[in-house]
């Protein structure tokens, strides 16, 4: 069966036309959307580009930081302070970080960080080779005269600047008007002052033979023997946590009498008493 045709009035042809033209977007208005979606994209690049270098900065903050404390854990634990060459000392403090060699060498920028060690750290400098800056064995016979380390990191390049005397130490230090290395947003100074992990420690001999002492499994050690009336006496200075081994005389080979871990300044004596000589203290 044929359906009749149907004839449209002029008006439903009009509301056809119209609704088919409302179906797109001219050429014009398209250029003009882009346009105005090209005016927002370029307000917002520079506040999204700011909030991602600030979140660099955040994260670069902390990590000098954790590195700066996994150097320190480092010192307190093993009795020795890395070497500052870069092929060293990340290796060296990786582990007390909880990082890889190289996420401690370098920063999320890829560039490298750099360690500093006063050059008055020792009075004789160091003491441990060329993997250790210091190492310890007997112990020091003078507290170490400016015991501070930098860890420098820059997010917008090489460090370049060399630190050759304890005068540049200082000006980077203090960030005087000399300084080599001006911190900034993006260029990090993490200070790290060991001073307070070395402990006095003062061992006094009463007989009239040396005793001994050891420090962790180094090399035995005197301390002098009374003499004219006085007691021998030997002043050390040791990285906290250091186990102390105190030795009867003679020395040396003299019998272990005490052992302790040195957490704080002490004195102590190698005296006679009911028993016989013992360490006091």
Not at 20 to 32: D, H, R, T, V
Not at 255 to 281: H, K, P
């Amino acid at each position: 069966m044929i359906l009749p045709r149907k004839n449209f009035s002029l008006t439903e042809q009009n509301n056809f036309s119209r609704k088919s033209k409302a179906k797109g977007f001219s050429l014009l208005e398209m250029i003009g959307v882009l346009a105005v979606m090209a005016i927002f994209a370029g307000a917002l690049a520079p506040s999204v580009f700011q909030m991602i270098e600030e979140s660099y900065q955040g994260a670069e903050a902390q990590s000098v930081n954790t590195v700066a404390q996994a150097l320190q854990d480092y010192a307190r634990y093993t009795k020795s302070i890395p070497a500052a060459k870069s092929s060293k000392w990340p290796t060296a403090v990786a582990d007390y970080a909880g990082l890889s060699p190289n996420r401690v060498l370098k920063n999320d920028k890829n560039f490298e960080r750099k360690l500093f060690i006063d050059p008055d750290f020792l009075a004789g400098g160091g003491s441990g080779g060329s993997s250790i800056f210091y190492s310890q064995d007997q112990g020091l016979d003078t507290m170490p005269s400016s015991p501070r380390i930098m860890l420098v990191s820059n997010l917008e390049g090489k460090i370049k600047p060399k630190l050759k005397s304890a005068s540049d130490f200082d000006d980077v230090w203090n960030q005087t008007a000399d300084s080599k290395i001006v911190e900034s947003k993006t260029l990090f100074v993490e200070r790290i002052n060991l001073a307070p992990l070395f402990m006095r420690v003062v061992l006094s001999n009463a007989n009239t033979s040396q005793a001994g002492y050891l420090l962790e499994s180094g090399t035995e050690a005197s301390v002098a023997a009374a003499s004219g009336g006085s007691d021998g006496v030997r002043t050390i200075f040791v990285l906290a946590g250091s186990k102390l081994s105190l030795r009867a005389a003679p020395y040396p080979g003299g019998t272990t009498q005490r052992q302790l871990i040195v957490d704080q300044d002490m004195s102590l004596r190698f005296e006679i008493g009911g028993s016989g000589w013992y360490w006091a203290g």
